[in-house]
């Protein structure tokens, strides 16, 4: 049983998060810092929370949620997972890749001595949040 609806609800709620995290990283690159981090602290608690609610909602005969509700569910757990990137990202210095390259630092050094030590923890800390609520939605999705 839990493979169907694996198979149901886990592509559809990958879809969402992905959709989410582009929106989100759109938004870090448009909005100033403290906007994203204001933002990002809003939806950070309630948005997990609604995504795990959806399914009794849906089954309760909420009309406004549609029948596609898992992929509202993936945009709804993007920014817990985005939390560890954004952090990442606007807590670094200004101009650190800048300072690479007049020191001489090419593309793959700068890679491997600046980003890779910089954003692996913040990675697996993201893929790790994803799973588990991945897991969780879908495990509350089911009948």
């Avoid at 493979?3 to 709620?13: D, T």
């Avoid at 945009?75 to 020191?103: K, N, Y």
Wanted: proline share 8%; charged share 10%; with cysteine.
């Amino acid at each position: 049983m839990m493979s169907i609806s694996m198979r149901l609800h886990l592509p559809a709620i990958i879809l969402g998060l992905l959709i989410g995290c582009g929106v989100i990283t759109l938004l870090m690159r448009l909005l100033p810092a403290r906007h994203v981090r204001l933002l990002g602290l809003l939806v950070l608690l309630p948005g997990p929370a609604l995504a795990f609610a959806l399914p009794e909602l849906h089954r309760a005969g909420l009309s406004f949620i549609g029948r596609h509700y898992d992929i509202l569910q993936g945009v709804l757990i993007s920014p817990a997972v985005m939390m560890p990137f954004g952090a990442t990202l606007l807590g670094l210095p200004i101009g650190t890749t800048r300072a690479a390259i007049g020191l001489g630092a090419d593309l793959t050094t700068r890679l491997k001595l600046i980003w890779l030590p910089l954003l692996l923890p913040a990675a697996l800390l993201s893929l790790t949040i994803a799973v588990l609520l991945c897991l969780g939605c879908v495990i509350l999705d089911r009948p």
